[in-house]
């Protein structure tokens, strides 16, 4: 599976965002897809996380409520729609594909797809 994301940009903070990672490769239902962040100096951490069928969620709690992760397995994509967007939210974020959805949470994915640059000011 090779992942390519989009989207990313440089907003005011309270703006918003659409970030896409199109897939491709066979069987994308088959596999759990998160978004992860990460900072100069810092580990990556995870960010929301999706079922295969799409009717599970996990966020962690720094953009519950903010973000929502969605997908779209006729188009082989995931989305993160980022709304109230704060500085703090300031990173590159990375889409990431795992058979298994406890390899997500452990930021140990099967496919990380390439980073785009979001950028939030004050």
């Known amino acids: 599976v090779q992942l390519q994301a989009s989207g990313g940009g440089s907003v005011q903070a309270g703006g918003s965002l659409r970030l896409s990672c199109a897939a491709s490769?066979?069987?994308?239902?088959?596999?759990?897809l998160g978004w992860f962040r990460q900072t100069p100096g810092t580990e990556r951490e995870i960010v929301a996380v999706i079922s295969r069928s799409g009717i599970n969620t996990y966020y962690d709690t720094s953009v519950e409520g903010r973000f929502t992760i969605s997908r779209d397995n006729t188009k082989n994509t995931v989305y993160l729609q980022m709304n109230n967007l704060k500085p703090e939210d300031t990173a590159v974020y990375y889409c990431?594909?795992?058979?298994?959805?406890?390899?997500?949470?452990?930021?140990?994915?099967?496919?990380w797809g390439q980073g785009t640059q979001v950028t939030v000011s004050s």
């Open positions: 490769g066979r069987s994308f239902s088959t596999y759990y």
């Open positions: 990431a594909a795992s058979s298994a959805y406890s390899d997500l949470l452990k930021t140990s994915p099967d496919y």
